[in-house]
Nanobody, 120 residues
């Protein structure tokens, strides 16, 4: 059993900043990667930022330079720092963890999501 829990979503004004956190717990051999995705109403769920266990990062073009994903901490947590927020950043933000189990299998686990609303 693996649990992924996001926190930090709230209402914020445009140009403001916000930090989201994600914590992974349970039967984990190794966390291979963690990432943030977002989904606005009527849209698909898209990648926002992702980091691997060796520090390789990927960002969506729309957030490059404004959002920063932290390294995966020893307690299997990761943070997404968001600056210069725009109304179009409004969405439910989901954390995904790619976990290696003791049998050498990779599995993806999703959190329940946290709502970020940016007012203009």
């Amino acid at each position: 059993q693996v649990n992924v829990v996001e926190s930090g979503g709230t209402l914020v004004q445009a140009e403001g900043s916000l930090s989201l956190s994600c914590a992974v717990s349970g039967r984990i051999f190794r966390v291979n990667a963690m990432g943030w995705y977002r989904q606005a109403p009527g849209n698909q769920r898209d990648l926002v930022a992702r980091i691997t266990d060796i520090g390789t990062t990927n960002y969506a073009n729309s957030v490059q330079g404004r959002f920063t994903i932290s390294k995966i901490n020893a307690d299997n947590t990761v943070t997404l720092q968001m600056k210069s927020l725009k109304p179009e950043d409004t969405a439910v933000y989901y954390c995904k963890a790619s976990i290696l189990d003791r049998l050498g299998r990779f599995n993806d686990y999703w959190g329940q999501g946290t709502q970020v609303t940016v007012s203009s």
